[in-house]
Structure formats: C-alpha cells, structure tokens
C-alpha cells in the first residue's frame, strides 16, 4: 500500500454556512453545490428541486424522523459514509434539528410534564456539537443551512433574527470557511459573502440564472480569486477592522484564547463566556457602528490576552453583581465584601469544592439561550443552593469568578433573591441536579 500525495488545493474547501428567510432558494442554491449530494432532508422539502441539481443527490434516510434526529443522523453517516464518493453534505436545516428540542422542553415545562427545563438546553447542545463533528469529518464539502425571520427586541422594534441562537452560531464557526446570507433587492436575488476566514468578504454575487447555476464557483472566484496561499494566511492572521456578525466576533475572541483559559470549562464555555463580554461591552458603550464594535471588541481582547499572563484563570468583571444606584445600603455593603473576596475564591481543578458545584456551573452556562424569565429561575435556583451551602458573600463570588451569568441585568436581582427563603434541595432536583454530594 502507498500513501496517497496531497496536492495544493486552488481554494479552500467549500465548508459554508447559509442562511436566508423561508422560501428564499437556500435549497434550491445547495443543488449547485458539488455533487453527488447527501441530504440531511430535515426541512422535508427537498424533493421539490431535486431535479436541479446536476449529478445524483442521495438523502441520509427515507424514514422523516432520522432527519431531524441528530443521533440518528450521525449513526447513519457512521455506518454509511466510509467508501461512499460524496461531493457534499447539505444539512437543510440546523432550524429543523435544533428548534423542536427547545420548543419541546419549553411546552413540557408549561404543561407540568417534566420539571427539568434545562434538559432541553443540554439536548440542543449536544445536538449541535454531535452534528459538528458528524458532519465535518469526512473531507467533503459541507453547506449548512439555516433560517432568519423578523421578530421584535425588548423595545418592540422590528428586527430580523436567525433561528438558532448566538451561541450555536459560534461554535458553528469553527466548522466553516464561509458564511453566505440570500438578499433579495430590487426584484433580484443574490448571495452576499458575510464572512470569509481566508478570503475576501462583504461582496455580493446577483444570481442572472434564475436558478444559481455556477454560483458557488462564482463566489470561489470573488473570494479568493488572484489571493496566494500567502495572502490567504494573512487575511486570516488579521485582525478584523469589522465583524461579520456578534458571532463571528466572539468565536474570533475565543480562537485567540482571551477566553478558554479565564473559563475553565470547555469551548462551550469559553462561547459563553466570549458572549458575555460582548454584550457587557456593547451595552456600556453603545456604539455607533459597526466599525466602533469592531474596534473596542479588538480592544477588549487584546486587554484580556495581556492580562491572562499574570492574572488568576476565572477572575473577571464581566458577570460582577453591581451595587447601583437601586441597591440599598445593606447591599452595597454585602458587594463591596463580594469584590474583596473574589480574588480569594478557589477555582476549579484540584480545589477540593464539591462536584456539584461545577456541574451546577455548567448548567447554568446552559440556561443561557433560555427564554429570560426561564434563564432567572434557573440560575436564581442554583445560586441559591451554593448559598445554602457557603453563604451569602461567597456565593456574590462564585457568581463574579466562576458562573459567568447573563444577561447583567439580572445580576442584582438573583443577589437580592438569595436573601429570601426557598428549598434548596427542592431547586436542585427540579433541575435534575444530583445534591446527595453536598457535604463535600
């Protein structure tokens, strides 16, 4: 047997990720994409541009339910792939997959069937990481699809949203080498380069064919075309004037490591962590552009990068409880006693804290795509099962050092909330945390 030589590659594997409202052509472009085609049909739709495509396309099973299970799916790319000349995988859609788990949950909580809502923040991160690297790992080309559609924020005002959180987009990052959005103007439609790691971004290709035919190597084309492998490395060593999106600023946060290590917890945490502070950072601020964001984002990293070489992994600001102007004298009093101790808390690793402690860390770093009235009585329970445990002050510690919760403004509420009387244990089991080690 010889091994086999590997040859340059002209441009960058196709690893894209593209998103666009519902009935914008994001299935019928992935019919263009290098074939033969396998279908992770989780939309169940498919089957109506089939015919567009120009070579054989494959779907991952004929029974619905395996397309939308992210078990089933990696089970069956396991036992199917290995021999199998696939050209690219197109999963249609991450919002098929990962929205039933948290719509599922959310319904089993209202309908008092299940106590535990987390277990369905836990599902959807599991599901994700499980598709990542499923779907990644046999050197094919990859197109993963997702949608946006309007919605309100706090102040009614219309905006358009993606259908998987923050987050998840994030992580999905680190799988990709593009990301693509379909922008419709003027009665015509194309496809906009909002993200490039080694190649040039923000250009948008109009689609004169009706159909996307020849477009992704149109794109290949626009984003790489004259760049050498040298110029390639530089744009992706480069530190960004501006960000595609908060999540391509915040997984670019994580890969330079100002994260990882004040986390503690994975790269899971780490994105938690790096959303945190973007957000902190984006509301004290209020910047006015992009560009602006881009820039004091830079900057906030860079800080954090020099800071990490002399101090403690797990201290930081980003999650501190706030004595404003709404607290009272007493709790003014109790923070100023919190930030002094915090400095002084054990940090996970060989600190001899319970394990239930962490895990109650990690679940509360799930709780973050929760619905905010959801997200406050988890962490609320939480906290307020490390207080029974280790008082007050400590706890206000725990919270500014290790639990990284957000968004801020619920801080000061969770410290007052754990002044008053609830059942811990009973907290800790409706959140399907074990509390029979507590004593240690």
């Not at 101090?311 to 007493?330: K, L, N």
């Not at 804290?353 to 860390?361: G, S």
Request: charged share 25%; glycine share 10%.
């Amino acid at each position: 047997m010889t091994f086999p030589k590997i040859n340059p590659q002209q441009y960058p594997p196709r690893l894209w990720a593209m998103t666009g409202r519902p009935g914008s052509g994001k299935s019928t472009f992935a019919t263009q994409m290098r074939s033969p085609l396998l279908v992770v049909d989780a939309d169940h739709r498919f089957g109506e541009v089939v015919g567009l495509a120009a070579g054989d396309v494959y779907r991952l099973s004929d029974a619905a339910s395996d397309n939308v299970n992210a078990d089933a799916i990696a089970q069956l790319l396991n036992a199917n792939m290995p021999g199998m000349a696939v050209g690219t995988i197109v999963v249609d859609s991450l919002t098929a997959i990962l929205r039933p788990l948290i719509v599922g949950a959310i319904m089993d909580k209202d309908a008092g069937r299940s106590k535990n809502l987390m277990a369905g923040w836990k599902d959807k991160a599991l599901a994700m990481s499980l598709l990542q690297d499923t779907v990644t790992k046999w050197g094919c080309d990859v197109l993963w699809i997702y949608h946006i559609g309007e919605a309100r924020d706090a102040q009614a005002r219309e905006v358009v949203r993606p259908s998987i959180s923050k987050t998840e987009l994030a992580r999905l990052v680190r799988s990709l080498n593009l990301q693509l959005e379909i922008v419709v103007e003027d009665g015509r439609r194309g496809v906009k380069v909002t993200w490039a790691r080694r190649g040039r971004s923000g250009v948008t290709l109009w689609d004169e064919t009706g159909g996307w035919m020849g477009m992704p190597e149109k794109i290949e084309q626009a984003v790489y075309g004259g760049l050498s492998p040298e110029d390639q490395d530089g744009i992706e060593r480069a530190t960004p004037a501006v960000f595609a999106s908060p999540e391509t600023a915040m997984a670019w946060g994580v890969e330079q490591g100002a994260f990882a290590r004040a986390c503690g917890a994975g790269t899971g945490g780490a994105l938690q962590h790096a959303r945190n502070a973007y957000e902190k950072l984006k509301r004290e601020k209020s910047p006015n552009t992009a560009q602006e964001m881009a820039a004091l984002w830079v900057a906030d990293v860079q800080e954090r990068l020099a800071r990490s070489q002399g101090a403690p992994a797990g201290v930081g600001d980003d999650t501190s409880v706030e004595a404003g102007a709404q607290s009272t004298p007493a709790e003014a009093s109790d923070q100023s006693s919190v930030n002094d101790q915090a400095t002084q808390l054990p940090l996970p690793g060989g600190d001899g804290l319970p394990d239930w402690v962490y895990r109650a860390r990690d679940e509360a770093a799930k709780a973050a795509d929760a619905a905010d009235p959801e997200k406050s009585a988890v962490v609320r329970g939480l906290l307020k099962a490390w207080a029974d445990k280790y008082g007050r002050e400590r706890t206000g510690a725990f919270i500014r050092a290790v639990f990284r919760v957000e968004p801020e403004e619920l801080a000061r509420p969770m410290y007052r909330w754990l002044t008053r009387q609830h059942d811990a244990a009973q907290l800790m089991s409706e959140l399907g945390i074990d509390n029979g080690s507590q004593g240690g």
